[in-house]
């Protein structure tokens, strides 16, 4: 079954996930195709799919926005402590690090956070 390729990290064809979207069984981006919610829920893997879908970016920055309201201050390391077991399991370290500086400029250009003197994160206080 198409399943069982997605289900154990196998390669599949452009067709296959055509087809296996079409019919909801899968989400993500190639090659990072994982099983979708309802068959989560089905097979009783939901805990799974939530680290393979990761928690969202508005989650995400609200946390680093909730720890720098605490702490006044944060360490891009601190940052990456706070949110790097929270990203999907199918990103490597490399990419997960990437996601983190993507979420830390997205805050940066909504004016929610800055850099101070000594490249610490802080609130933006405009």
Not at 92 to 97: G, P, R, V
Request: charged share 40%; glycine share 2%.
């Amino acid at each position: 079954m198409l399943l069982d390729k997605v289900a154990k990290n196998k390669t599949i064809t452009d067709e296959e996930a055509r087809q296996l979207r079409a019919k909801k069984l899968i989400e993500g981006r190639k090659p990072n195709y994982h099983i979708s919610s309802s068959v989560a829920n089905v097979t009783g893997e939901k805990a799974k799919y939530i680290r393979q879908r990761g928690i969202n970016d508005k989650y995400c920055m609200k946390i680093i926005i909730d720890y720098i309201e605490e702490f006044k201050v944060a360490s891009r390391s601190e940052i990456e402590e706070l949110v790097l077991n929270k990203l999907p399991d199918v990103l490597d370290d490399i990419q997960k690090k990437h996601k983190v500086k993507n979420l830390l400029q997205k805050l940066k250009r909504a004016n929610k956070i800055k850099l101070n003197d000594n490249r610490k994160w802080i609130l933006d206080e405009i």
